[in-house]
């Protein structure tokens, strides 16, 4: 694959641009290695210091000040607070409340009820309440607005 | 949407609302009574003001809060009831009622616009939601 690399001097003109015929596994590895979310989170199970690939994580929530990861495998408590996760997992993790980061690849879809209530169904199909307030915030992370 | 924002066009539902009951009233005493409604010149903008208290505890009740549903149902039915005391008691405030048959008039009026608010609402989410659904599908994951 050709690779073209361009220097740039704004911060805000810094991308980049995939083209490719489909976008199998090698092509979504190289999109999550670009968002900067390729890594790993020190986790606690059990007593037992482990880390968490930050792929397999559905959302993260904080409790009594406290912080959970959740996964399709279970829940993990973390030390990091819910605003550094924020920004150390990258955009596509998104603030879904005050207490709740999403990973919006494991959001299925969304539903608006009637009462104005905004639902999400992740891959899981657990629902989370989407908060209106962060609404826009998602929608700039999806690029909508 | 910013706060602001939504209080703002809350206040411009509710009180497009209000209007449009009020608008139904009057037409119906015009044509089926043979009278004419008389406003003061203060009741337009008794119509913005209770659109604008009838905004704000929509922004404390109405916001999701993580995972717990459960309050959901108490919340509605509270806002349900902070609206109704803000409306009736604008009603008094304003002199709305003339007698028991108007106040009963404008609660009915309140039972309308509730649900016709949240109808629009919910439309208005739909946009939304379909557009964010769609962006969705183009990042997920495969499981």
């Known amino acids: 694959m050709l690779v073209q690399f361009e220097i740039v001097t704004d911060k805000e003109q810094e991308g980049a641009w995939i083209r490719a015929v489909e976008k199998n596994p090698q092509i979504i590895e190289a999109i999550r290695l670009l968002e900067g979310n390729a890594g790993r989170i020190a986790v606690m199970r059990d007593g037992q210091k482990l880390f968490c690939d930050v792929r397999t994580i559905y959302y993260v929530e904080s409790v009594d000040k406290r912080t959970f990861v959740y996964t399709k495998d279970g829940c993990y408590e973390t030390k990091l607070r819910l605003y550094e996760l924020e920004e150390e997992l990258g955009p596509l993790y998104a603030r879904c409340s005050k207490a709740m980061i999403v990973n919006l690849r494991k959001v299925r879809q969304l539903n608006s009820e009637m009462g104005g209530r905004l639902c999400a169904t992740l891959l899981n199909g657990e629902d989370i309440v989407i908060s209106r307030s962060y609404v826009k915030e998602i929608k700039r992370r999806l690029k909508l607005s | ?143």
């Open chain 2, 1 to 143: 949407m910013t706060l602001l924002k939504r209080l703002v066009r809350h206040t411009m539902m509710i009180a497009s609302g209000i209007l449009l009951v009020v608008g139904l009233e009057t037409a119906y005493f015009h044509f089926f009574r043979g009278y004419d409604a008389v406003f003061s010149w203060y009741q337009p903008g008794a119509f913005l003001l209770t659109g604008f208290f009838c905004s704000m505890p929509g922004l404390l009740l109405t916001d999701g809060d993580g995972k717990r549903r459960s309050f959901f149902r108490l919340r509605i039915v509270l806002h349900w009831l902070l609206l109704f005391g803000v409306v009736i008691g604008m009603g008094f405030v304003f002199e709305w009622y003339s007698d028991r048959f108007s106040c009963g008039v404008i609660a009915l009026a309140y039972l309308l616009v509730y649900p016709l608010v949240w109808i629009v609402t919910y439309w208005m989410d739909k946009k939304d939601v379909r557009e964010i659904n769609d962006a969705l599908k183009t990042i997920q994951d495969d499981e």
